[in-house]
């Protein structure tokens, strides 16, 4: 069956190891979105980490679509809200005191790209995190919020070599509650239960009546599985995860050796 969507993750995938889009990149995206192929980019990123990345490739209008923060959040590129699953506040009061008793960098995105911390000495990962994504950063508690403050995500960041020290703790404590996924060694994150990118495609899929074996979804990490479990068609780059490798359906070259527009060929063009 013909390939009617394209989900494309982006760390990793859509850019290359100096984080900018490839020429063939470009050129395999832009045939595709000329013979009528939706192209989306499926991210952990909100959408103002997204939009410049949508520009430069002219996915624009109210018919394009990015599905954000691993699938809490999906937009058309007119930024109209498709469908959103936040975290209440309960659980970001509770995020944020187990990141203070543990001394964790961590922080919060909500719907609007905004990136809050409650931590007084920044992580320069949350900068980082802010700075590649555009987006202001806020120091704040979860007091100086209303009640019906929700977020979009919890992030615990910083060096590997911490998360890898609290990874089963977090997940120990949140588990239950929340979609715990460590999305790549800087990150561990903390969603909506029923949020995963998998499900975020499947949802926008439904809305626009395109059929699992009609999508490909491209990506390179763990929390790329759900959208590979889900697309008739998933390719891992060369540069992926074990993990990630292990559950997709093709493996293409890397995000600096033309791996995008590879699969494109084999499975579009």
């Not at 599905?67 to 509770?94: C, F, P, W």
């Not at 060096?159 to 949140?174: C, G, K, P, V, W």
């Not at 975020?200 to 479990?229: H, Q, W, Y």
């Amino acid at each position: 069956m013909a390939i009617k969507l394209v989900a494309i993750d982006t760390d990793g995938t859509l850019l290359n190891s100096d984080g900018q889009i490839l020429a063939s990149t470009k050129a395999a995206i832009t045939k595709a979105l000329n013979q009528g192929v939706k192209v989306v980019l499926c991210s952990g990123r909100p959408i103002a980490g997204l939009k410049p990345y949508m520009t430069e490739l002219g996915i624009s209008g109210p018919e394009q679509y990015a599905v954000t923060l691993n699938g809490a959040i999906t937009r058309n590129a007119d930024d109209k809200i498709i469908t959103k699953d936040l975290v209440s506040n309960e659980l970001y009061r509770k995020m944020t005191a187990f990141a203070l008793a543990h001394k964790l960098p961590f922080n919060v995105v909500d719907e609007d790209s905004h990136i809050i911390t409650a931590n007084h000495n920044i992580d320069y990962v949350v900068y980082l995190q802010a700075y590649e994504n555009t987006a202001p950063l806020y120091v704040r508690t979860p007091d100086e919020f209303p009640d019906s403050f929700s977020v979009a995500k919890g992030c615990f960041v910083g060096e590997s070599e911490l998360l890898d020290r609290y990874q089963d703790s977090i997940s120990a404590e949140f588990g239950k509650e929340l979609y715990v996924i460590r999305s790549d060694p800087h990150f561990i994150e903390l969603l909506n239960p029923k949020v995963n990118k998998g499900n975020g495609l499947k949802e926008l899929c439904a809305t626009l009546k395109i059929n699992a074996s009609e999508v490909m979804a491209l990506g390179d990490e763990r929390n790329d599985i759900p959208m590979f479990n889900f697309a008739g068609t998933g390719v891992c780059m060369g540069n992926g995860s074990q993990q990630a490798k292990d559950q997709a359906d093709y493996i293409t070259s890397s995000n600096d050796d033309d791996g995008i527009s590879q699969a494109f060929t084999k499975f579009i063009f």
